[in-house]
């Protein structure tokens, strides 16, 4: 039976490893957001890109990591290993950080948003398969939500560090993208010396062709209705280099845009444990419900707000709304997956969302530049309305997990 004490009061329960993935997330978020929270105003107001340019390099990134995710975490269930391909794709992330400021050309950026991309791709899979492989599944929706927490106190410091340095630094974005160097590269420190991945279930998990017709088959029913929810949800999931877009077009000056992604990540940060933790006691189901319905609500302000404080109302529902959706998610593909098939799940369920996301950030873009913001955050609204009319679809799939006992 599931322990009856509130996965959230049970955090010492958390193993050592999910803690430490959690801090390298932040590092890494640092590191990426101080650099992502001025990209969009970079291309837009220095290099002379578009908005359509943006939405295509922001989907390209997302798409070309997703894809990535497929493979590597195929590979992590046939090595029966997770911690080093983990490892290797944080560390190619951390290479590319240092193209972003000696970039002097779209062309640079492009390719070094493309590889970076790719590090995140390769990290992604076999990093959330370990979570699910070191966690007890009563406490599962507690661990991808610490971590997704973790995660966000990253992409809250790396705006915060933006501001500060742009101000400091009279707006030199590339001394600031110097700056975001650093953090990545102490994430890659703290993934090789402080994460142990559990040895004794490397040969229990091993499958010798995770991508062949018969392996797949294993995956069930009730976890394709989740990547398909998901897919029709991550349509109305745009890139957020569009809420720092409508923050500018009603008025916030350049320094201060990176406060959306504070604003946004301080919401998320204090939501994602909490809605992972209560899910373990009453199931996914209704946390995503309240989630779909408060981007509903996030994408009509950011539609019709006309003002900073509207804006930011905006950006705070969308923070909210990611809390509750983006670590049950990933609990929903743990819950649903055989253990020795979840790299290869959670590939599968980063591919389709991750061409779901290029389609997204694309129309966004080209709502964008033929209507305006308002078209952008409507045509989200009714992508989030189609998603939660199919919800009921997949909520076999989202019952509180209650399995035997497992080993951390």
Request: glycine share 8%.
């Amino acid at each position: 039976m599931s322990n009856p004490i509130p996965s959230l009061f049970r955090w010492r329960e958390i193993p050592r490893s999910v803690w430490a993935l959690g801090f390298v997330s932040l590092f890494m978020d640092t590191s990426s957001e101080m650099i992502h929270a001025l990209l969009p105003l970079y291309l837009v107001g220095v290099l002379g890109a578009s908005t359509l340019t943006v939405g295509i390099i922001e989907g390209i990134a997302e798409a070309t990591s997703s894809i990535t995710k497929v493979f590597s975490g195929a590979l992590s269930d046939y090595l029966g290993h997770r911690k080093w391909l983990t490892a290797a794709g944080y560390g190619l992330a951390a290479l590319t950080k240092p193209a972003f400021p000696l970039a002097s050309g779209i062309s640079l950026v492009i390719a070094a948003r493309f590889v970076d991309r790719i590090g995140k791709g390769i990290r992604g899979a076999p990093r959330d398969a370990l979570v699910a492989d070191l966690t007890p599944a009563d406490l599962r929706g507690a661990a991808f939500g610490l971590r997704q927490s973790l995660d966000t106190v990253g992409a809250l410091l790396g705006p915060l560090l933006a501001i500060v340095f742009m101000a400091i630094l009279a707006d030199n974005f590339k001394a600031v993208f110097w700056i975001a160097v650093a953090p990545a590269f102490v994430a890659v420190a703290v993934v090789v010396f402080a994460v142990r991945e559990p040895e004794h279930l490397s040969a229990a998990r091993r499958v010798r062709a995770p991508l062949s017709r018969a392996e797949l088959s294993r995956l069930d029913a009730a976890y394709w209705a989740v990547v398909g929810v998901s897919a029709v949800f991550t349509l109305a999931r745009f890139s957020e280099a569009f809420l720092l877009l409508r923050a500018q077009s009603v008025g916030l000056t350049l320094t201060v845009v990176p406060i959306v992604m504070v604003v946004m990540n301080l919401v998320y940060t204090f939501s994602a444990w909490p809605a992972g933790a209560l899910s373990d006691t009453i199931g996914r189901y209704r946390l995503l419900v309240a989630g779909f319905a408060l981007l509903i609500v996030a994408d009509l302000v950011l539609a019709f707000g006309n003002n900073v404080w509207a804006v930011m109302i905006g950006v705070a529902l969308w923070g909210l709304h990611m809390g509750l959706t983006q670590g049950l998610l990933a609990a929903l593909v743990a819950d649903t997956a055989p253990a020795e098939l979840r790299g290869t799940a959670f590939g599968m369920f980063n591919l389709v969302s991750g061409v779901a996301l290029l389609a997204a950030s694309v129309i966004a873009g080209e709502l964008w530049d033929r209507i305006g913001p308002d078209g952008t955050f409507l045509a989200g609204a009714l992508f989030t309305l189609v998603a939660l009319a199919a919800l009921p679809f997949a909520r076999h799939a989202m019952t509180v997990p209650d399995p035997p006992a497992q080993s951390r």
